[in-house]
């Protein structure tokens, strides 16, 4: 026996939960199919700006009554082992939340059928039907099962051959009463230091009483080399405890631009990390997820039920229109020509800029204000 739904969306991140949010509104049943039981952890800084807010409609007096919810609203940004500089908004110009809490809260709120703590392991399409695990069955297949998402695989993407992928690793914990003493890292401002080879950027987060800890790059040689240094110096400069009371995890994820993953096929769609979204300047990957979801939804109820490749085409446009288009190799090319002893040079004269730090690093960079946030139909 099946069970039928009109859509399965595998992966109940915030790109899956907020689809299937707008789906059951619309009437329409779906399931969410997680490998994982909520709420579960997600490696993530946990810093969201304050468009997905506006976005998902959060109320933040409701959200915050039993959950962590750090307003940020200065931010110390530098280059590792450079003398840095405090931005100051005297307003929140983000969060920092928990994934473990965020997600959750998003999945509760879904209105889909949770089948959780059931890796998706097969996906066959006979006629215009889905049937996933031999168990359940759709017209329209979502795939937004992260990075590594089997429908990705489904489509045609070899894991780690051809990708460039970001490789990031942090740790997140709970600070006690020692921890906060060795801590000078205020709650209201994190603050971010750029790699000196222009190749990643390090974190250090505080939410309320949790303390998270990170660095990403695009080039992942030597990468745990990179984080021991980093957090080193950070326990040298007494910003961070001297002794962290959990290893630090790895995971990896692509930016916008540089895949050319599938967007769509018949009977399916594919949003958030499963697609390649995250912004290339600030790895910030929850916005576009939840945008990307917002399309996806919109165009599977404009396309009635008939899912076909040529109706869900449109989803490619909706992405493009609001990204940009997805070849940037003329760019990198372009960036590459540049010696990097001169980018370098030039990076930390402008990194010491009280102007470059508000307007390009901040506004620019990790807001993104010149983009107004997503308003849902
Ligand atoms: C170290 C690090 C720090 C980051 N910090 C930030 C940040 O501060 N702010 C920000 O905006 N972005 C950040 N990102 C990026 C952000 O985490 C992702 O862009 C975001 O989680 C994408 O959401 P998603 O819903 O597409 O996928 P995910 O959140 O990855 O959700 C995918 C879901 O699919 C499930 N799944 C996977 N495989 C299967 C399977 N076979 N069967 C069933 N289910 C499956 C998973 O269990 C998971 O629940 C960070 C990323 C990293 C690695």
Redesign the pocket.
Known sequence: MTQKFDVII????????TCANLLTKKGLSVAI????KFP?D????????PA?IETLKIDLEDYRQNRTLQPLTGFITGMIGEKCRLTRYGKPMSYGIR?CEF?HYLLERSGAKQILG????TMVRKGNLWTINEKFTSRLLIG???????VTKHTGTKFGQTEPI?A???VEFKMDAAHKADCLVEAESPELYFCRDLKGYGWI?RKGDYLNI?L?RQDNHKLSKHVELFVKDLQQAGRVPKTLPKKMS????LLYGDTPRTLYDDGLLV????AG??YAQS???????IES?VFAAEVALAARSDYSRDKLKHYQTRIEERFGQRDKRRNIKLARIIPTSFKRMLAAKLLASKYFSRNFVLNKWFFHMEQAPLKIK
């Open positions: 595998i992966g109940g991140g915030p790109a899956g939960s199919i997680d490998k994982e579960r997600k490696i993530c800084a946990g810093w969201i700006t997905v994934r997600d059931e890796p998706v392991k937004a099962g992260g990075h590594f998402c089997p970001v990031a690793q942090e987060f990170g990403g790895g995971h990896a994820y949003i958030g990390d499963a979204l995250a790895g910030e990957g929850i916005r576009p997820a979801a």
